[in-house]
């Protein structure tokens, strides 16, 4: 038995997988974010070690006979989280996370600082990611980051909690700005330019292998034995990567979990920062991916559901499982800015088109279609930057949805497959880690791919409405940036 945990930003999840790959169990435990300022967006570290916990436990009460044979645990999580200790190891002040804003000005201080940061880290300097956070920790508070001993990412946070160990993986160790990704080791160079050394740092490891062993307490409150290893494990989407099998050159997919990402895997360190595609390590050893990604995707439903005071899952109903062509609204996705291609911490959302006569059900679609078309521009980014992709597998919640495939099929032109659990990837993929780490089993045996439910292509009828739906939207950000 493994287990896998997803440490995300709107919940916690495990998963409990056997030796033949099945999931026999998932416990979830939800999160709350805390939104003090303007584009501030924060957690309270220690709230993912209670969530994690409180997953297991749940799962060691339902199904105690199979956690205690648990031999091998992954860890998977948001990425780029700021999460501060002292010397006591414990947090300084809220985690500052992936969907803050606050340090755009320190981006462009960063990359003023070191013109070698794109050749190294392979990125852009952007607020979500690491670094910028803590120049602006030490701009704005001064006396918090002179006590800072340790900067950690929230699934090494939850780790160091669980093991006593703080170590990262390559690939969630890629989205701070401080790896030289390429060499996949901790870069003094960057660190030096925020005012750190290599002391702040964890030990690096790759995601496959063995980072730390379970601490007895835990070992002993879930029926486990001492010897359990914790694998380095991955950032969410490498691990979801792991979870669908994706672990060859040219394996792509769309996730549409909080965030949205369209991921492909390379053999090679391949950054393209001229249009804002992430290049980072992936989970496995000499592998390295490719991302576009962006800020809002299900979180996009979230919020609109939210607003409307009616769960999605019913937001959607009266829509069908496929619509007859483009909603006459448009919506702009940047409910907490955009990477992928903007780069752009202050972009906004937006609904265009509305008229009396506008129905919930059309402002509804407008939403599923402004987030596929977000991915459309991640799509384009991608393959400016290293060739075509011509098929999606789904993963992340908004995979459930069957009218949400159909739409991002007709959305990009190309065919989507929902897949097997595709919801749990990332703790799959965690799981399949912790397994590797506790084995040293070949990975193309265990990181097989899953069975695909269904398969959906771009409809003939309602090609050249969608192209000119996306034109449109696409004229959108530019307009409304102008006017700003």
């Known amino acids: 038995m493994y287990l ?10 495990a998963a409990l997988v056997n030796d033949a790959g099945t999931i026999v169990a998932t416990g979830a435990r939800e999160l709350a974010l805390s939104h003090p300022a303007p584009l501030w ?12 916990t409180a997953a297991v436990d749940n799962l060691a009460a339902r199904h105690p006979r199979e956690v205690a044979q648990v031999r091998g645990i992954g860890l998977s999580g948001q990425m780029h989280g700021a999460t501060l200790l002292g010397e006591d190891g414990r947090p300084l002040r809220p985690a500052i996370l992936w969907n803050d804003g606050r340090s755009q000005a320190e981006c462009a201080a960063l990359e003023r600082r070191c013109p070698s940061l794109h050749a190294i880290a392979g990125n852009l300097a952007m607020p979500g990611f690491t670094a910028p956070k803590l120049l ?44 030289d990704v390429g060499l996949r080791r901790w870069s003094a160079l960057l660190l030096h330019a925020t005012g750190l050394d290599l002391h702040h740092m964890p030990r690096l490891v790759e995601g496959s292998a063995a980072s730390a062993v379970l601490a007895p307490d835990y070992a002993q409150r879930w029926g486990m034995t001492k010897d359990v290893v914790v694998a380095g494990g991955g950032g969410d989407n490498a691990a979801s990567a792991i979870g669908l099998g994706a672990i060859s050159p040219g394996d792509a997919f769309l996730s549409l979990g909080t965030s949205g990402v369209v991921f492909r895997v390379t053999d090679r ?26 800020l809002s995707a299900a979180a996009s439903l979230t919020w609109l559901a939210g607003l409307m005071e ?21 919506f702009l996705p940047y409910l907490d800015g955009e990477r992928t291609p903007h780069n752009d911490a202050a972009a906004s959302g937006a ?69 097997e659990d595709g919801e749990v990837g990332a703790a799959l993929g965690a799981a399949r880690l912790g397994r590797l780490a506790a084995t040293g089993e070949d990975p193309a045996e265990v990181c097989t791919r899953p069975r695909r439910l269904a398969s959906f292509t771009p409809r003939a009828s309602v090609t050249a409405a969608y192209d000119e739906a996306y034109r449109r939207w696409r004229a959108l950000y530019p307009a409304l940036k102008e006017s700003a």
């Open 351 to 419: 609904f265009v088109g509305l008229r009396g006569a506008t129905s919930r059900s059309q402002i509804v679609q407008a939403v599923l279609e402004g987030v596929a078309f977000a991915a459309r521009d991640n799509l384009a980014a991608l393959s400016a930057a290293g060739g075509a992709i011509t098929e999606l597998d789904l993963v992340g919640g908004g995979s459930r949805s069957q009218l949400w495939a159909q739409i991002c099929a007709d959305a990009l032109g190309i065919p989507v497959h929902r897949v």
């Open 310 to 330: 009616t769960p999605a899952a019913v937001l959607l109903v009266p829509l069908g499982e496929r619509v007859d062509g483009p909603s006459p609204v448009s």
């Open 269 to 294: 360190f391949a950054p393209a920062p001229e249009t804002a595609v992430h290049a980072f390590c992936h989970a496995l050893p000499g592998l390295w991916h490719q991302m576009g990604v962006m």
């Open 4 to 13: 896998g945990l997803d440490i995300g930003t709107s919940g916690v999840r």
């Open 136 to 179: 602006w920790v030490a701009r704005n508070e001064p006396k918090i980051f002179e006590r800072v001993a340790k900067v950690l990412l929230p699934k090494a946070y939850v780790r160091f909690r669980l093991t006593g160990e703080m170590v990262e993986d390559m690939s969630d160790a890629a989205g701070t700005l401080w790896l």
């Open 41 to 52: 967006s924060e957690q309270d570290p220690d709230a993912w070690v209670a969530a994690a």
